[in-house]
């Protein structure tokens, strides 16, 4: 039980320092329009979200993305 309160407590306080990402995807060079929000630690684990939602949960065809 200790254990799972642990986790759990540890779990929520790595969230609470996660960032709101909001990321562009780009086809052929250029930006397409739409947006992702993605909640992250950095820029970099932002965009390999952000990749991995467009071209796998959403299936649009994406080159690359950009978030700020």
Excluded: H, Q
């Excluded at 642990?6 to 320092?17: A, D, R, V």
């Excluded at 250029?30 to 959403?58: C, F, H, M, Q």
Aim: glycine fraction near 8%.
């Amino acid at each position: 039980m200790k254990k799972l309160l642990l986790l759990i407590t540890l779990g929520l306080t790595i969230n609470l320092f996660a960032m709101e990402w909001v990321c562009y995807r780009y086809v052929n060079g250029e930006p397409t329009g739409g947006y992702v929000k993605i909640d992250a630690n950095s820029k970099s684990v932002a965009e390999k979200k952000a990749l991995k939602k467009y071209r796998e949960d959403l299936g649009y065809k994406t080159d690359y993305v950009k978030c700020k």
